[in-house]
């Protein structure tokens, strides 16, 4: 029993972090709204390593169509906005000495559909996963000697009543991001 038990939480645990890999892939996606977490993706050449934006520079949001990047060394200036171009994510970063400031465009409603197409894409990379822990813990609890043909089949039901839970709970993520994204 002790198996079957470590068996389905070591499932349930694959699962919630496939539903934290997809949270981490949907706030990249923006919705026309400025975030800072929309240059989180940005590497930074720091004095010959590759680092984070975030680790060199302040990043904030003073409206929702600005994003501004105040570098912690001046020097570091052009540094950013080569790293910000680079980046392919479609700003166009300008410096006024100070600051980078980064103008959000608006979404084109052909842009909001091509993120929308992104958003469930990641969605059923997620249930892949969700899929593939239900599986790994049903050829497990199959290789069970000590357990009962009962236990086994009350396991992969409990087991796929996870999977069903987590899949409607990644349909509903799924349909608020759709939602955020097709608002203008």
Do not use: C
């Amino acid at each position: 029993m002790e198996e079957i038990n470590f068996i389905i939480d070591t499932a349930k645990e694959g699962m919630e972090n496939a539903l934290s890999h997809l949270d981490k892939q949907l706030i990249r996606i923006r919705a026309g709204k400025a975030t800072p977490s929309m240059l989180s993706t940005v590497m930074v050449d720091y004095y010959g390593s590759s680092t984070p934006l975030a680790q060199v520079a302040n990043i904030a949001t003073p409206d929702a169509r600005t994003i501004t990047v105040q570098p912690w060394e001046k020097s570091l200036m052009t540094e950013i906005e080569k790293a910000i171009t680079y980046a392919n994510l479609g700003f166009n970063p300008m410096n006024n000495g100070e600051n980078i400031i980064i103008s959000v465009p608006p979404l084109t409603e052909e842009r909001r559909f091509e993120l929308a197409k992104q958003a469930k894409a990641e969605a059923e990379d997620a249930k892949v996963g969700v899929r593939n822990n239900r599986k790994d813990a049903n050829n497990e609890i199959k290789k069970l000697d000590s357990a009962s043909e009962d236990m086994k089949k009350n396991a992969e039901a409990e087991i796929q009543k996870l999977t069903d839970t987590f899949s409607a709970k990644i349909e509903t993520i799924l349909a608020a991001k759709e939602i955020e994204i097709m608002k203008v």
